[in-house]
């Protein structure tokens, strides 16, 4: 029998205006605990952001989803303060509710063998 660890994981989003409700899925953070497991991947539509937002800059949204990679990855070094923050609190502070240009879903949970191909699956059905 394979083993299950449970994760979670939010959808990350490009909401361009706040007030219009309107967003597109950018990227999936994962985080497994008993793994020790925070990654995240993303990518952007350019075609899908110009249509939604034409006045937004793909290149400052990428600078924000890079920051968000840096701190998934713990490196204080060049991610800041809060990728010194343990593994739990770097994915609640990733998840956390704020009104950026850069929001999060809410959080979901499941079960998982592997969490990197549970992040690939899930960000091929959430964003792609």
Known sequence: MSDNFLYE???????PRM????FINVGVVLYCPS???LACCSEIDPTRLNA???????SEIEGYLHAFKLICDGNR????????????S?????????????QSSKVHPGFCNDPETTLKRLFEQQVR
Request: glycine share 6%.
């Open 90 to 102: 770097r994915f609640r502070w990733l998840t956390a509710t704020r009104s950026t240009v850069l």
């Open 77 to 88: 070094q060049i991610g800041g303060p809060i990728a010194a923050l343990p593994v739990a």
């Open 52 to 58: 939604l937002a034409p006045d937004t800059d793909p």
């Open 35 to 37: 793994r020790g497991f």
């Open 9 to 15: 994981y939010a959808v990350l989003r490009i909401v």
């Open 19 to 22: 007030e219009r409700e309107e």
